[in-house]
């Protein structure tokens, strides 16, 4: 048996309050900017709260964060055409990389079969964004309440919808 003693320090509460202060402004802002998000970019479907991607793109902005797609292609998945696109999340303050996403928008989907090319695209992208938001911001979207989900309003199947 050892009689050798451990001493622990706690940490100076400047320390601890320097850990917390990231969550700490991310709750104070949210429980400004919440009740907007909820209000004007999100949609219920049935007991769940899902946040658009220009909610989630708003909290990005308002922690100096924007996103940008780095490209979208063509793809073909067992004999089905989609859009493939991929985006990044950048920290504006250096133009660093921080987070990223990628989706697909399929030609056989029912709400978007008919149409346009370019539309189809486009949701690629902004499903690719919601992913890369959710990834990077999710975490946010669960201060915004208790029946807020953490996946954005487009990455959800028309279906559900």
Same mark, same amino acid.
């Given at each position: 048996?050892?009689?050798?003693?451990?001493?622990?320090?706690?940490?100076?509460?400047?320390?601890?309050?320097?850990?917390?202060?990231?969550?700490?402004?991310?709750?104070?802002?949210?429980?400004?900017?919440?009740?907007?998000?909820?209000?004007?970019?999100?949609?219920?479907?049935?007991?769940?709260?899902?946040?658009?991607? $220009?909610?989630?793109?708003? =909290?990005? *902005?308002?922690? +100096?964060?924007? %996103?940008?797609?780095?490209? &979208?292609?063509?793809? !073909?998945?067992?004999?089905?055409?989609?859009?493939? $696109?991929?985006?990044?999340? =950048?920290? *504006?303050?250096? +133009?660093?990389? %921080?987070?990223?996403?990628? &989706?697909?928008?399929? !030609?056989?989907?029912?709400?978007?079969?008919?149409?346009?090319?370019?539309?189809?695209?486009?949701?690629?992208?902004?499903?690719?964004?919601?992913?890369?938001?959710?990834?990077?911001?999710?975490?946010?979207?669960?201060?915004?309440?208790?029946?807020?989900?953490?996946?954005?309003?487009?990455?959800?199947?028309?279906?559900?919808?």
């Amino acid at each position: 048996m050892s009689h050798e003693i451990t001493v622990r320090r706690k940490a100076p509460v400047e320390q601890v309050d320097a850990q917390l202060a990231p969550m700490m402004l991310l709750r104070d802002t949210l429980s400004v900017i919440g009740p907007r998000i909820i209000r004007e970019h999100s949609s219920r479907i049935g007991d769940r709260q899902y946040v658009h991607v $220009a909610g989630a793109t708003l =909290i990005a *902005a308002m922690f +100096g964060h924007h %996103v940008r797609e780095v490209g &979208a292609r063509r793809i !073909d998945i067992d004999g089905v055409g989609a859009w493939e $696109a991929t985006v990044e999340i =950048i920290r *504006a303050a250096d +133009g660093m990389v %921080v987070g990223g996403g990628s &989706a697909i928008c399929c !030609d056989d989907e029912k709400m978007w079969a008919s149409r346009p090319q370019y539309a189809r695209r486009a949701m690629a992208s902004t499903r690719a964004a919601g992913r890369a938001l959710r990834l990077f911001f999710g975490h946010a979207f669960t201060m915004l309440g208790d029946n807020v989900a953490t996946v954005t309003l487009e990455e959800m199947p028309e279906e559900s919808k």
